[in-house]
């Protein structure tokens, strides 16, 4: 082949090795539209990840000294706890007789073990620290007016779903520490009203030693094994999933309120 040739070829064997102008790219991601206003809102619209957030964002919305970047970054750990904790359930098992010795196997046998328990539990103070600091700058920044008051009530629940993660993580290592932590909170529930059978208001609802809110969560009148299991199906799967789904819908109502909220 000649030099010539061999020039004129190049830019189509370019075109062939990029992989954004790909025909497989192209089918999956669709993008490669003219560069208009309107093509790029089609772009967000049309991509199942992209489509949540907002297809214009306020200038301001961008600066970290506005949003301190703590939503996202919440939701980033939530991410990094839900790997470790799949890792974790690899080497864990809700038995009572098996719970403890299977965090000292992940402590002190387990390759990384301790990394990734230590890590996981890290990353959970990191998510309650950085939710309430969230939820603070949402707050200063007025960010929970019209028409913004449902999100605003969203957030409020998952900021109380994180506590009741980090609550139930408690109890699975069958600890003293965990124990007796489940044991202060079951006392407060027995205490609450309406739902607690020694709280105020109690015999309005009928609510007894065997059927008031504390029974339904450690499954019975003591703490011991169904309580454990309990505790694990609530901070492994239950809640995971419910905090997902509420995430999804905060993010969805980002985009239908405008997007990031303007200054007070």
């Known amino acids: 082949m000649k030099i010539p040739d061999l020039k004129k070829k190049l830019p189509d064997l370019k075109k062939k090795l990029m992989v954004s102008v790909n025909e497989i790219w192209r089918t999956v991601f669709r993008h490669g539209f003219k560069d208009t206003p309107r093509n790029r809102a089609l772009i967000i619209i049309s991509n199942v990840w992209l489509h949540l957030h907002p297809t214009q964002v306020r200038e301001h919305g961008t600066k970290i000294r506005f949003t301190w970047c703590m939503g996202g970054i919440t939701f980033f750990v939530f991410l990094f706890e839900l790997v470790t904790g799949i890792l974790l359930m690899y080497y864990y098992t809700p038995d009572v007789n098996k719970a403890y010795a299977d965090i000292a196997d992940l402590m002190y046998v387990?390759?990384?073990?301790?990394l990734l328990r230590n890590t996981h539990r890290w990353g959970a103070h990191a998510m309650v620290i950085t939710v309430s600091i969230h939820m603070l700058r949402v707050f200063l920044s007025g960010s929970y007016k019209a028409p913004r008051q449902f999100n605003w009530v969203i957030g409020v629940l998952l900021l109380l779903l994180t506590f009741l993660l980090s609550f139930t993580g408690y109890l699975l290592p069958w600890d003293q520490l965990g124990y007796w932590a489940i044991t202060v909170g079951?006392?407060?529930?027995?205490?609450?009203?309406?739902?607690?059978?020694?709280?105020p208001f109690a015999n309005l609802l009928g609510m007894t030693i065997n059927n008031d809110i504390r029974f339904a969560l450690i499954g019975g009148t003591t703490i011991g094994a169904p309580a454990l299991l309990r505790a694990y199906v609530w901070h492994c799967v239950a809640i995971p999933l419910i905090a997902a789904a509420l995430m999804m819908i905060h993010f969805w109502r980002i985009r239908k309120d405008g997007g990031i909220s303007g200054r007070l």
């Open 186 to 199: 079951m006392n407060m529930g027995r205490a609450t009203p309406f739902l607690g059978y020694e709280g």
């Open 110 to 114: 387990v390759p990384y073990g301790r």
